[in-house]
């Protein structure tokens, strides 16, 4: 089992920043990737960005060059630097870990943290 928590989200005007953080606990050893991913009302969930156990990192189009993802496997912490956000970047962030546990992969989910962009 992977637990995931995600805190940091709240209200930001436009070209403002953010730094959403996901803590991991549990089965730690057995994660080989992190997302990050998003949620607008009335849409579907859309993935954000990944990054690999050996530290690769790959972006969403829309997000490429504004936003950072990335791990501090010292403190089993995902983070994903926000900056120059946009209205459209509104959304319930979530963060997913890819484990493989007894020979089968799994996705863990961490609850969601509101991120909302406005003047």
């Known amino acids: 089992q992977v637990r995931l928590v995600e805190s940091g989200g709240g209200l930001v005007q436009p070209g403002g920043s953010l730094r959403l953080s996901c803590a991991a606990s549990?089965?730690?050893?057995?994660?080989?990737?992190n997302n990050w991913y998003r949620q607008a009302p009335g849409k579907e969930r859309e993935w954000v960005a990944a990054?690999?156990?050996?530290?690769?990192?790959n972006y969403a189009d829309s997000v490429k060059g504004r936003f950072t993802i990335s791990r501090d496997n010292a403190k089993n912490t995902m983070y994903l630097q926000m900056n120059s956000l946009k209205p459209d970047d509104t959304a319930v962030y979530y963060c997913?870990?890819?484990?493989?546990?007894?020979?089968?992969?799994?996705?863990?989910w961490g609850q969601g943290t509101q991120v909302t962009v406005s003047s």
């Open positions: 990054v690999t156990s050996g530290g690769s990192t």
């Open positions: 549990g089965s730690i050893f057995s994660i080989n990737a």
């Open positions: 997913n870990a890819v484990a493989k546990i007894g020979g089968s992969w799994h996705n863990y």
